[in-house]
């Protein structure tokens, strides 16, 4: 089971501020843009993200039902800023991995610690506008 989503509701207001430069900067996080599907206004999301082959892999912690990830498959991209890079993915899918095999250790134990069995996969879409 992911985390609860009272935890995400006071990490959107409290920690994510908090996250958001640093985020940007550190390897193995991510801030994500993703727009809203009924409001269209841009929201910036934190979270943790890893290469794996030619695919870039999100840990859904909080889960797949998670707003900006249905934001994200509705649009059929986001863009994020990694270690200073912006890049625009593209063709998001949710993928069920109980081994975290797209994960790489240790980020892998501590999802598990946490249940975190879903990720969502995309591929690089180019450099982001």
Do not use: C
Not at 8 to 16: C, E, L, P, Q
Not at 19 to 35: D, I, K, M, Q
Not at 91 to 110: G, K, L, N, Q, Y
């Amino acid at each position: 089971m992911p985390i609860p989503k009272a935890v995400a509701r006071v990490n959107r207001k409290v920690t994510n501020p908090i996250l958001l430069p640093v985020a940007r900067r550190l390897p193995g996080f991510a801030v994500v843009t993703h727009v809203g599907r009924r409001t269209g206004t841009a929201y910036r999301t934190p979270v943790n993200v890893f290469r794996h082959g030619e695919r870039w892999v999100i840990a859904l912690t909080y889960g797949a039902d998670s707003q900006w990830v249905r934001n994200a498959l509705a649009a059929g991209e986001i863009r994020i800023e990694t270690r200073r890079r912006q890049l625009l993915l593209v063709a998001p899918e949710v993928v069920h991995d109980p081994s975290r095999t797209m994960i790489p250790p240790p980020a892998r134990w501590i999802l598990g610690l946490l249940h975190v069995d879903d990720v969502l996969v995309l591929r690089a879409g180019g450099a982001a506008p």
